[in-house]
Nanobody, 125 residues
């Protein structure tokens, strides 16, 4: 099993920045990639960004490309999401997720086996 714990959420003004962290523990070697998803009130969960175990491959949704950066520190078993130029529409609960097995797609929620509890990000105008 793998446990994922997110941190770093909070309230920020539009145009500001936040960095989310996701600390993994347990059988972390079983994960071939990790990703971030978000869910705004009344909406479904949507893909934000993902990174392979080697950090050689990353992917971003069009809505965050150029503003968010995903990275990882394998020595710390931690994945980060640096969020810059935040907009009100970035307000959501952000979830960290772990993908096991071969990477067929980064963006599909069903591909991820492990999920964190989420951290709230609120962007005010």
């Amino acid at each position: 099993q793998v446990q994922l714990v997110e941190s770093g959420g909070g309230l920020v003004q539009a145009g500001g920045s936040l960095r989310l962290s996701c600390a993994a523990s347990g059988r972390t070697f079983s994960m071939s990639a990790m990703g971030w998803f978000r869910q705004a009130p009344g909406q479904g969960r949507e893909f934000v960004a993902a990174i392979s175990r080697s950090a050689g491959n990353t992917d971003y949704s069009d809505s965050v490309k150029g503003r968010f950066t995903i990275s990882r520190d394998n020595a710390k078993n931690t994945v980060y999401l640096q969020m810059n130029s935040l907009k009100r529409e970035d307000t959501a609960v952000y979830y960290c997720a772990g993908l096991t097995g071969p990477i067929m797609t980064f963006a599909a929620e069903y591909a991820y086996k492990y999920w964190g509890q989420g951290t709230q990000v609120t962007v005010s105008s």
